[in-house]
């Protein structure tokens, strides 16, 4: 199945993403509606280019995809998630960016839930594997939230005492706080019960959540 989505990451038609200088083209697996391939199309500049991600099967060869997707017309490279992980319907990917001549560029984590969405995102060192940057986790409200609401746990290691601080944003500025919260700051506005109710974006580990409530 295909499915069309502006940069905000929002359904539109096909038509609609023939008016638009970018959008993305996500392809779903027939079976299990699990993503198989998005393509990013960008049209800024003179030149259009395409940016792909796919996701490695079993059975499938991560050096023939990343030399058929480098080939494809307009492309910039090619993201491959591998190594799956699931547990308590999220799945966690390893992934690999590889540029279209095949050098690699980074490596990284991701985590997605039963709807495609990303839950979790880190980049890690590509020798190493140890966890590098600003990972970040993502919650999306529920029926029981204010619409709209959508928030990201930033985890950022404090250079004074080595300690993993917790940082919150509010994407859709759903609470009316537009800057950067403490985590004392976003109980103050969101609540101890809403806090103690996600304990997944309480610290950075674990990745892959244990349990289906996060």
């Not at 308590?88 to 990917?93: A, I, K, S």
């Not at 537009?178 to 806090?195: A, L, N, P, R, V």
């Amino acid at each position: 199945m295909i499915q069309y989505k502006n940069v905000k990451g929002n359904l539109v038609t096909g038509q609609q993403v023939q008016m638009m200088d970018a959008y993305n083209i996500e392809t779903l697996d027939d079976v299990t509606g699990k993503l198989k391939i998005i393509e990013r199309f960008r049209h800024y500049t003179d030149t259009p280019s395409k940016y792909f991600e796919y996701f490695l099967g079993e059975n499938e060869d991560k050096n023939a995809v990343i030399q058929t997707y480098g080939n494809k017309e307009f492309s910039t490279g090619v993201l491959i998630y591998l190594n799956k992980q699931s547990a308590n319907g999220f799945d966690l990917w390893d992934y690999e960016a590889y540029l279209k001549t095949g050098e690699l560029t980074f490596k990284g984590k991701t985590v997605f839930d039963n709807q495609n969405r990303e839950i979790f995102s880190c980049n890690v060192d590509k020798q190493t594997n140890e966890i590098i940057d600003v990972p970040s986790k993502h919650y999306y409200g529920t029926s029981n939230d204010p619409e709209g609401l959508q928030l990201e746990f930033k985890y950022e290691r404090d250079p004074q005492t080595n300690e993993i601080k917790v940082y919150i944003d509010d994407d859709n500025e759903t609470s009316g706080v537009i800057h950067t919260m403490k985590q004392s700051y976003f109980i103050e506005i969101f609540g101890q019960d809403f806090w103690d109710a996600h304990p997944y974006y309480h610290s950075l580990l674990p990745i892959l959540p244990t349990s289906v409530n996060i």
